[in-house]
């Protein structure tokens, strides 16, 4: 049975003329254990989908099963308890609470379980440990790296055992160093069985991944399986094989990384509906850079 | 876990004093309600206590009778409105009736007689001069601290008794008896200094401890007869005859006004509930308006509650990521604002305690305090916590979590 089962789902934001299509008609099996990196342009809605799995949103069309069981059209407070027991979320702005020391914005989590404070301080003592943050428990975020701070949200989402780990460009606000120690410490938790689903730009990433799942405009266009420690061939080609960027490229404002990824979907039967649709919704985005 | 929990009170309480000076402020207002709604009540309680204390000591079966008509309607409450403007006087008729039909009691005229009194420091102004009978000390359970009340024997004599404050002022002695002084071109020599009165707070009565006092007529000679009596004590032999009494006097000053009831006969107990009506009322108003801050204060509490929801959205955010249900956090902004609330009853209280024990020590007033004034305080706080906090905590609750992880 896989993990995250989606099918046709759609997000649109606004109204009338103003519509934005987030995502068009997506669907995507994860099995367990699978470690996914999801790439693709600013935009494209990488950030949507990992909100719509993570359940901190809902889809406006389609079918989301989690664990086989359908969690697309769930009450706020039941999609809390989801995410509270079975879903650990790492942004890109780390997200701890400043007014809280590393050890109690661990515990956050299980605050809202009703254990006892003793009970999840020792708990979250213990994760810190497995992050190897454990000399700086009673550290404020800031006081801490970044890469440290992103070690502490890491374990937060730990802290409940979820079966399902879902960072969004957990490395975007980190350099090379502290990206290592996370990324390491990621890869980490996935040989210990979790299933983790991670946004990145950085082709480099793609290392650690099992899977490589590229977006564009709200739909995924290509999904390839990766061995651990090698660079996917796509995101590669965007590495080493980049073409300047020609003159006709740079008056359509084309950048060469969104050349190399292949535009027409390879998984999915292209349907003419979703095709489209795509296409109003390339100008509304651009209206948007405009502005 | 469908109630507030300790964890809740314990984050808010940690939250109220890391914005210490902005959680004071907002509590002020809660702070100054409960504290007048509090001392206003307990300085209404007190007056009424004295009240009834003096009507005690002068005994309950005293009758008065006054010029004018107090009324009370049938709620117990005094319409003052119809009570103060109707106006009317006694007149020495009305003595000598009162002296026939009230059989066996003992009758106190008492008249305020005009004039400048010129003691040995100058004017005396502070006090009235009251013309009134020999009975006036045993019908008011009244003592004289030096020399004697001046007897029947005395109708002639220009002699004079002293409230006790009155010796102080005029002659700067605590015992200033066999000193003069002149009033309306006569001398009067002080024959006795009384005891202090029973303080009497708000009261309409002429303040006897302020007084000079001279026989009745004495006072009568001095103004040619026309000096009227605005009060006439009546103290009955017996006290269970009281009640027939107060009948006889009626029917007899009814005669004498030709049936026009502008006159009144109480005793003590209706003039109890009579002051009791007055006080409760003036109580009930300045309460009412002092809990007018209350409701000001509640409004300073669901803004800062808004305000800590907007400031905190993104952690709202957050919290909720990492699954909290909506109830969890309501709760967690409803402990703020209850804890904000509650905090300003306290210290409400707390300073209504002090400005009690101030007045005690400064003024006449004893006020007490009671319990249900606090209870009901600290009742009301809680319930501007919850009723202020619970629409800026529902929208706290209510949000979206990636929209409240954009912070706003």
């Given at each position: 049975m896989p993990v995250i089962e989606i099918k046709d789902v759609s997000k649109l934001y606004g109204f009338g003329d103003a519509t934005t299509l987030a995502l068009d008609e997506v669907d995507l099996v994860i099995e367990e254990g699978e470690f996914v990196a999801i790439m693709g342009p600013s935009g494209c809605g990488k950030s949507t989908l990992m909100n719509l799995i993570g359940l901190l949103d809902r889809p406006t069309h389609g079918d989301y099963h989690l664990n086989g069981r359908k969690v697309s059209r769930l009450r706020p407070n039941h999609a809390a308890k989801i995410r509270r027991d079975t879903i650990g979320f790492i942004f890109q702005s780390f997200n701890l609470l400043p007014k809280l020391t590393a050890l109690e914005n661990v515990a956050l989590p299980l605050t809202y379980k009703n254990i006892s404070l003793t009970k999840r301080l020792k708990m979250a003592s213990n994760i810190l440990e497995r992050v190897g943050m454990k000399d700086r428990e009673y550290y404020l975020p800031s006081q801490l790296s970044g890469g440290q701070v992103q070690c502490a949200a890491i374990a937060r989402a730990l802290v409940n055992n979820p079966k399902l780990i879902i960072a969004d460009e957990p490395t975007g606000n980190l350099d090379s160093t502290g990206s290592r120690l996370v990324m390491e410490l990621l890869s980490e938790v996935h040989r210990m069985g979790n299933t983790i689903l991670f946004v990145t730009h950085n082709p480099e990433l793609t290392r650690y991944a099992t899977r490589v799942v590229y977006m564009h405009d709200g739909t995924i266009v290509q999904d390839e399986q990766t061995a651990i420690g090698q660079v996917a061939s796509t995101a590669k080609k965007a590495l080493y094989k980049t073409a300047p960027t020609s003159e006709e490229d740079d008056l359509a404002g084309v950048s060469a990384l969104m050349k190399a990824v292949p535009s027409t979907p390879s998984k999915r039967t292209s349907k003419p509906t979703a095709k489209k649709n795509r296409k109003p919704n390339k100008t509304t985005k651009k209206a948007k850079a405009k502005r | 876990m469908k109630t507030l929990s300790r964890g809740n009170f314990k984050a808010a309480w940690k939250s109220v004093r890391r914005n210490r000076g902005r959680s004071f402020l907002t509590m002020l207002g809660i702070i100054i309600g409960v504290a007048s709604v509090v001392s206003v009540v307990s300085i209404g309680e007190g007056v009424k206590r004295q009240v009834t204390m003096q009507i005690n000591h002068v005994g309950s079966d005293l009758i008065t009778v006054r010029a004018g008509q107090l009324s009370t309607s049938a709620n117990g409450r005094l319409s003052v409105l119809s009570g103060v403007h109707v106006s009317g006087s006694l007149s020495d008729k009305d003595l000598s009736s009162v002296r026939q039909t009230a059989t066996g009691a003992t009758v106190v005229p008492l008249a305020v007689v005009g004039g400048a009194v010129?003691?040995?420091?100058?004017?005396?102004?502070?006090?009235?001069?009251?013309?009134?009978?020999?009975?006036?000390?045993?019908?008011?359970?009244?003592?004289?601290?030096?020399?004697?009340?001046?007897?029947?024997?005395?109708?002639?004599?220009?002699?004079?008794?002293?409230?006790?404050?009155?010796?102080?002022?005029?002659?700067?002695?605590?015992?200033?008896?066999?000193?003069?002084?002149?009033?309306?071109?006569?001398?009067?020599?002080?024959?006795?200094?009384?005891?202090?009165?029973?303080?009497?707070?708000?009261?309409?009565?002429?303040?006897?401890?302020?007084?000079?006092?001279?026989?009745?007529?004495?006072?009568?000679?001095?103004?040619?007869?026309?000096?009227?009596?605005?009060?006439?004590?009546?103290?009955?032999?017996?006290?269970?005859?009281?009640?027939?009494?107060?009948?006889?006097?009626?029917?007899?000053?009814?005669?004498?006004?030709?049936?026009?009831?502008?006159?009144?006969?109480?005793?003590?107990?209706?003039?109890?509930?009579?002051?009791?009506?007055?006080?409760?009322?003036?109580?009930?108003?300045?309460?009412?308006?002092?809990?007018?801050?209350?409701?000001?204060?509640?409004?300073?509490?669901?803004?800062?509650?808004?305000?800590?929801?907007?400031?905190?959205?993104?952690?709202?955010?957050?919290?909720?990521?990492?699954?909290?249900?909506?109830?969890?956090?309501?709760?967690?902004?409803?402990?703020?604002?209850?804890?904000?609330?509650?905090?300003?009853?306290?210290?409400?209280?707390?300073?209504?305690?002090?400005?009690?024990?101030?007045?005690?020590?400064?003024?006449?007033?004893?006020?007490?305090?009671?319990?249900?004034?606090?209870?009901?305080?600290?009742?009301?706080?809680?319930?501007?916590?919850?009723?202020?906090?619970?629409?800026?905590?529902?929208?706290?609750?209510?949000?979206?979590?990636?929209?409240?992880?954009?912070?706003?």
């Open positions: - | 010129t003691g040995e420091h100058g004017a005396y102004q502070d006090g009235p001069v009251i013309a009134t009978s020999t009975n006036l000390p045993s019908v008011l359970n009244q003592s004289t601290a030096f020399g004697t009340f001046f007897t029947g024997d005395d109708d002639q004599n220009n002699v004079a008794v002293l409230g006790a404050q009155a010796a102080r002022r005029m002659f700067d002695e605590e015992v200033p008896l066999g000193h003069t002084f002149g009033f309306r071109g006569k001398e009067f020599m002080v024959r006795g200094v009384l005891n202090d009165f029973t303080t009497t707070p708000l009261s309409t009565d002429v303040d006897f401890n302020n007084a000079i006092y001279i026989p009745y007529a004495m006072g009568q000679q001095l103004t040619d007869n026309s000096t009227l009596p605005y009060e006439i004590l009546v103290k009955p032999a017996d006290a269970s005859k009281a009640d027939k009494t107060v009948d006889a006097i009626r029917s007899g000053l009814l005669k004498n006004h030709g049936d026009s009831s502008d006159f009144s006969v109480l005793k003590q107990s209706q003039t109890q509930a009579t002051t009791d009506g007055v006080l409760s009322l003036l109580t009930e108003l300045i309460a009412g308006a002092a809990a007018i801050s209350l409701l000001v204060g509640g409004i300073g509490i669901m803004n800062i509650t808004l305000v800590s929801v907007t400031e905190r959205m993104h952690e709202v955010g957050i919290r909720k990521a990492v699954g909290a249900t909506n109830r969890q956090i309501l709760n967690e902004f409803m402990a703020e604002a209850v804890v904000l609330s509650v905090g300003g009853g306290v210290i409400g209280i707390i300073i209504a305690g002090i400005i009690d024990v101030v007045l005690r020590l400064t003024t006449t007033l004893a006020p007490v305090m009671q319990w249900q004034a606090v209870v009901i305080a600290a009742g009301i706080s809680i319930l501007i916590g919850v009723v202020f906090g619970s629409a800026p905590a529902l929208k706290a609750a209510r949000k979206d979590p990636i929209t409240a992880l954009r912070g706003e």
